[in-house]
């Protein structure tokens, strides 16, 4: 089963979770999307407004995306940080501690991506273009975990 076997792949490269659903965007979310760029949430990173179309129909992205799947990949816990003598000072996210997740995410997905390839061949799926990213794709990331059963 082609599922089945996309789901051992990415456990098999590091990814804790996997999710899939349908690219399509709810009205409601697409409004969300906008209102916040509408309310400047976005700051001064302009390549979000610039993407907002995108980001509320992804498959002007990838015009016949047919299914997303969503992976994710657990830093695990926070660091504690002592100064001095068994004094703790703070706490620190251990995504800033390690390589940055951007490049992590990128390595595993180019990997997941080359090995599922024939995969998908063997379920007769010829021509499959795929598009990987962690924050650096215009599509709404949050929105399809959510969709996929993998977050709130």
Same mark, same amino acid.
């Given at each position: %089963?082609?599922k089945?076997?996309?789901v051992?792949? &990415? +456990?098999?490269?590091?990814? =804790?979770?996997?999710?899939f659903? #349908?690219?399509?965007v709810?009205?409601? /979310? !697409?409004?969300?999307? +906008?209102s916040?760029? &509408?309310?400047s949430?976005h /700051?001064? %990173? !302009?390549? %979000?407004?610039?993407t907002? =179309?995108?980001?509320?129909?992804?498959? +002007?992205?990838?015009?016949?995306?047919k299914?997303?799947i969503? $992976?994710?990949? @657990?830093?695990?816990? #926070?660091?504690?940080?002592?100064?001095?003598? #068994?004094?703790?000072y703070g706490?620190?996210?251990?995504? @800033?501690? #390690?390589? =940055?997740?951007?490049?992590?995410?990128? @390595?595993?997905? !180019?990997? $997941?991506?080359?090995?599922?390839?024939p995969?998908f061949? !063997?379920?007769?799926?010829?021509?499959v273009? %795929?598009?990987?990213?962690? =924050?650096?794709?215009?599509i709404?990331?949050?929105?399809?975990?959510?969709? /996929?059963?993998l977050? $709130?």
């Open positions: %089963m082609l089945r076997d996309i051992k792949l &990415s +456990k098999q490269l590091g990814f =804790d979770l996997i999710g659903c #349908n690219p399509e709810e009205e409601s /979310a !697409k409004s969300t999307i +906008k916040w760029i &509408s309310h949430y /700051a001064d %990173m !302009k390549y %979000m407004k610039d907002i =179309d995108i980001r509320a129909d992804p498959k +002007k992205l990838l015009p016949d995306v299914t997303v969503v $992976f994710g990949l @657990s830093y695990g816990r #926070n660091y504690k940080i002592k100064v001095g003598k #068994n004094k703790i706490q620190v996210a251990r995504y @800033s501690i #390690n390589r =940055d997740y951007h490049n992590t995410y990128r @390595s595993i997905f !180019k990997r $997941f991506i080359k090995q599922s390839i995969i061949e !063997k379920y007769g799926y010829a021509t273009k %795929m598009i990987g990213g962690a =924050d650096s794709k215009p709404p990331e949050r929105y399809y975990a959510v969709k /996929a059963g977050g $709130f």
